[in-house]
């Protein structure tokens, strides 16, 4: 194994482990960070069509990628000789910030314990903080079900995609892929305000999406008892 490639793997494995120990922070998220400063260039660029929709993602999301690849060629410019230890040091850095699966694994927790209760109105108060749908208007069968959905979609997206995409183009594939997933979030709604604008940034989820996609439901499978 080629010595960036083990520091990547080294990285990415730490990282990991960071997310599984210690899940997001409640504070200062980069990932929020992205979101807000996307939020911005949005105000500046909105108009109600595609093209301003693509310069939008493209901007976004290509400037996080470029950012990321930046840093990672300024970071191994310093390292000198500690290039491997300082590549892999980032790269644990960005897998760590990347993911979202220990804090998406606790959220369904909370709601799944508080339908095993019998407290639907706990769970429909806690749902937002797992998906998008109203809560009011479910019950608690249509509640374990959006669970599910969320934690299927969202191991893809927060995990498994992320974790693809880094082990083909590194740090700026895991940031790159993390930054068009929350613009996708964001805008990439069929709403009246983004149906249009909106567009550019839920096609190109869709297209980083598959292959994480596909790799989740085979590991799905293989995971999951025998029918």
């Known amino acids: 194994m080629r010595a ?45 069509h595609r093209g301003s929709g693509a310069l939008h993602t493209a901007l976004c ?25 300082a590549d892999a040091a980032l790269t644990a850095a960005a897998t760590w910030a990347v993911l979202g699966g220990t804090s998406l694994v606790r959220e369904a927790r909370v709601i799944g314990d508080a339908l095993a209760a019998g407290d639907v109105d706990a769970a429909r108060e806690r749902l937002p903080h797992l998906c ?12 374990a079900r959006a669970v599910v959905e969320s934690v299927a979609e969202n191991t893809s997206d927060a995990v498994v995609g992320a974790l693809v995409w880094g082990a ?29 604008f909106g567009w550019a940034a839920a096609r190109l ?7 994480g996609a596909r790799l989740t439901a085979a590991l799905a499978a293989l995971a999951g008892p025998d029918p």
Request: proline letters at 4%.
């Open 4 to 48: 960036d490639h083990a520091s990547y793997a080294c990285g990415a494995a730490l990282g990991f482990l960071g997310d599984l120990a210690a899940g997001d922070p409640r504070r200062g998220h980069p990932v929020a960070a992205f979101g807000r400063a996307a939020a911005a260039v949005e105000r500046r660029l909105w108009r109600d």
């Open 61 to 85: 999301a290509g400037g996080a990628a470029a950012g990321a690849a930046l840093l990672a060629r300024t970071v191994r410019g310093f390292a000198g000789r500690r290039r491997t230890t």
């Open 132 to 143: 998008g749908r109203d809560p009011q208007a479910l019950d608690a069968q249509q509640i």
């Open 168 to 196: 083909v183009a590194g740090v700026p594939g895991l940031v790159g892929f993390r930054a068009v997933n929350t613009l996708d979030a964001m805008v990439g709604h069929k709403s009246a305000r983004y149906r249009r």
């Open 205 to 211: 989820d869709d297209v980083a999406g598959w292959p």
